[in-house]
């Protein structure tokens, strides 16, 4: 079935594997067109391995040298009926060649775990490594030599914890395997989740300064917002950059001292107070490594860095030092222990991950920047109060940062639906116990209340992040905002708690699902079929530009249809009979179905 991925005449460009390696071959168990799949394992000391059937037909294959050593582990499968290859921090669906650069993921970046994904959305192979501190480097894409796709995934193992790797061919829905693959990493004490849980704030919609305000942030604006985000549904507002300092040149040379501005919060503790006294919890933004060339702070950390940002005019600070990370941890920590803030938004801990970290000087306490960072998020977890709030964003998705956060965000990408929908569903996937948020969502002043209900709707099935003035928004825009931010809060359950279905990951998810015992809540993107659950109340956001939805009846039956537009305001109310296959309805753009059996 397999072979050794280093195996003559397959073309592996940067690889790194050193010459003299010994090789096992590992059983898996695992058959399933009929021949059984062996991994091929190699190290530079003596190994053992083992394996461990799980739930639902997968393995759990561990790899124990005898002494500390890398330790690869290949293997490689037919790849007929493939339709996509989905990874958490690459938004390409793509099927990549097998030669393409292996990809690393680590504390700081990515998360170590892929799955080849076939025709019908099913599982053909999902798999993921424990390690989720130390970096990993995986490779897996089409072996152009053999028509297989190949996968290996590598990192320097200790003899008490090995490589460990979870194996899944099972043909299940790819999001019920990788949803199995969360609750595995959220079992190891890597990975545990926050002590304290995810507040009930953090799965509430939030206003984020960032889009509307850029830097322009001031005490009164901030005030004024909160008031109008209260009266929304909002929960939570997200102060972003421009609070520190009264530069206004976008970059960070004047981040890292994290003293409000004099001239903007005059008085921070007051102004944190008014806003939360309109019944919206508090958060402040902090660009976690950076120190900027022009704060005091600037000459005191040069011996401290990793790497000079000369676009950015920051220095990334390095974790490995005690006093970097009391330094870091005491300036973020103020805003919640001082200034009665309700939680932080941690942004930039990607930036850690430089390519060729400089040596640890004396002072430093470990020796890797993976532990360093470990460590810090560890120190600034333990000087929080258990009920706060701490948001991440991608690509910095690594289960390893699970026991530190409450909340992660899709990365940035301003007025793009269809890139907020792939970001959160992928997040969605893979996100363990923590929240996970749209990126912030805005839209032109002219925009159409369907086009706003459309930017809403792409984030229906992750917590909504508004950021536009919403002092300036018409009638008509307000409605829609209103009506989907109560939508949002009132099925909260399921949208975030029911099985979560993501449909054609090669097409970035035309339709997405998500099912409660009574309720399924799908939202449509493009012209597909909806299918109807039998004895379930169906509620189908529309957000393509086509009223003709089909519906995919599997039992005949009679059904209440209410259709309302974008705004939540009545269209049509019939009863309908639904017969078997294919029937049409009518939902404008941006509106809701309401199906009840």
């Known amino acids: 079935m397999t072979t050794s991925t280093a195996a003559s005449g397959i073309w592996e460009p940067h690889d ?33 391995w083992s394996v461990h059937p799980l739930a639902g037909g997968a393995v759990e294959v561990r790899v124990l040298p005898r002494v500390r050593c890398r330790i690869r582990v290949s293997w490689r499968i037919p790849c007929a009926n493939a339709t996509a290859y989905w990874a958490p921090d690459d938004g390409h669906r ?31 192979c999902a798999f993921a490594v424990a390690e989720v501190v130390r970096p990993v480097q995986i490779r897996a894409g089409v072996v152009e030599e053999t028509g297989e796709f190949g996968f290996w995934a590598e990192h320097e193992a200790s003899a008490d914890t090995g490589l460990v790797l979870r194996l899944d061919l099972g043909g299940r829905p790819f999001s019920r395997a990788l949803a199995d ?28 300064t960032w889009y509307a305000m850029q830097q322009h942030v001031d005490a009164q604006s901030v005030e004024r917002q909160a008031e109008l985000a209260a009266g929304l549904g909002c929960e939570a507002i997200i ?22 501005s004099p001239v903007s919060f005059p008085d921070i503790s007051d102004h944190v107070a008014k806003v939360r006294g309109t019944g919206v919890a508090y958060m402040i933004w902090y660009a976690l490594p950076f120190v900027g060339r022009h704060t005091a702070l600037w000459e005191r950390v040069q011996p401290y860095t990793l790497a000079y940002k000369e676009h950015m005019d920051a220095a990334v600070v390095d974790p490995r030092y005690p006093a970097v990370r009391d ?10 222990r001082e200034w009665g803030a309700d939680g932080i938004k941690i942004d930039f801990i990607d930036q850690f991950a430089v390519e060729d970290p400089p040596p640890p000087g004396p002072e430093a306490d470990c020796a890797t920047v993976n532990e360093g960072v470990r460590r810090l998020m560890a ?19 690594s289960p390893g940062l699970w026991p530190y956060a409450t909340m992660i965000r899709a990365s940035d990408c301003p007025l793009s639906p269809a890139h907020n929908r792939q970001r959160t569903v992928d997040l969605r996937l893979v996100a ?74 090669d097409l970035l998810y035309p339709l997405v699902r998500a099912l409660g015992e009574d309720t399924v809540i799908a939202a449509r993107y493009a012209p597909v079929p909806v299918p109807v659950e039998p004895g379930r109340v169906l509620l189908l956001a529309n957000a393509d530009d086509s009223a003709d939805v089909q519906l995919l009846v599997r039992e005949p039956a009679t059904a209440t249809a209410t259709v309302a537009d974008c705004a939540g305001r009545p269209v049509d109310e019939q009863l309908v009979r639904l017969s078997r296959g294919v029937n049409m309805v009518r939902v404008p753009t941006g509106g809701l179905l309401r199906l009840t059996p």
């Open 94 to 124: 793509g099927l990549p060649p097998f030669w393409r650069r292996p990809r690393t993921a680590s504390l700081e970046k990515g998360a170590p775990a892929g799955c080849l994904v076939g025709a019908g959305d099913v599982t053909l």
């Open 379 to 397: 120190q600034l977890g333990a000087s929080l109060p258990g009920d706060a709030m701490v948001e991440l964003r991608q690509p910095y998705v």
């Open 181 to 208: 693959i969360a609750a595995w990493w959220q079992d190891r004490p890597d990975a545990a989740a926050r002590p304290g849980g995810v507040p009930r704030a953090a799965r509430q919609p939030a206003y984020s």
């Open 16 to 48: 790194s594997a050193p010459a003299r390696r010994r090789e096992i071959r590992i059983p898996t168990g695992l058959a399933p067109r009929g021949v059984e799949l062996v991994l091929t394992g190699t190290a530079t000391a003596e190994t053992t």
């Open 239 to 260: 102060v972003d950059d421009g609070w520190h300092s009264d530069d206004r040149g976008r970059g960070y040379g004047y981040v890292g001292e994290w003293e409000p």
């Open 327 to 336: 330094l870091l941890t005491a300036n973020l920590a103020r805003a919640v």
């Open 432 to 505: 363990g116990p923590l929240a996970v948020h749209a990126d912030m969502i805005m839209w032109h002043p002219g925009e159409s209340p369907e086009g706003v209900a459309v930017q809403l709707v792409n984030a229906l099935f992750a917590v909504p992040q508004i950021s536009v003035d919403l002092a300036a928004q018409t009638p008509e825009q307000t409605a829609v905002l209103r009506f989907w931010l109560a939508f949002v809060k009132e099925h909260a359950a399921v949208l975030q708690g029911g099985v979560f279905e993501p449909s054609r990951p």
